[in-house]
């Protein structure tokens, strides 16, 4: 079974640095695409920022210039630099990776515990 767990959340003010880390272990698998997303309480699920295979990473408009990933293929690990923090970033930051694995004919996703972020004075 392949599992991702993140680390690096917590409280911070507004105008702050988090850096978010999420590291992907199991036996006999390839990352096809790693990213993070976040749940604000009463709201949905929404994307933060993607790295994928081909089309490199993407951000949401929300964060674009403020958040940047580092994605290192050989350790299996994304990271999510997050600058300029505002109050609106408070949510649960949860990894995402689309897995490839010999026992399964198709890519799936799996998804981390889910960090804390909390943005406030």
């Known amino acids: 079974q392949v599992q991702l767990v993140e680390s690096g959340g917590g409280l911070v003010q507004p105008g702050g640095s988090l850096r978010l880390s999420c590291a992907a272990s199991g036996r006999g698998f390839r990352i096809n695409a790693m990213g993070w997303y976040r749940q604000a309480p009463g709201k949905q699920r929404e994307l933060v920022a993607l790295?994928?295979?081909?089309?490199?990473?993407k951000f949401a408009d929300s964060v674009k210039g403020r958040f940047t990933l580092s994605r290192d293929n050989a350790k299996n690990t994304v990271d999510l630099q997050m600058n300029n923090l505002k109050p609106e970033d408070t949510a649960v930051y949860y990894c995402n990776a689309l897995v490839s694995t010999t026992s399964a004919v198709f890519p799936y996703n799996v998804w981390g515990q889910g960090t804390q972020v909390t943005v406030s004075s």
């Open positions: 790295s994928t295979s081909g089309a490199g990473s």
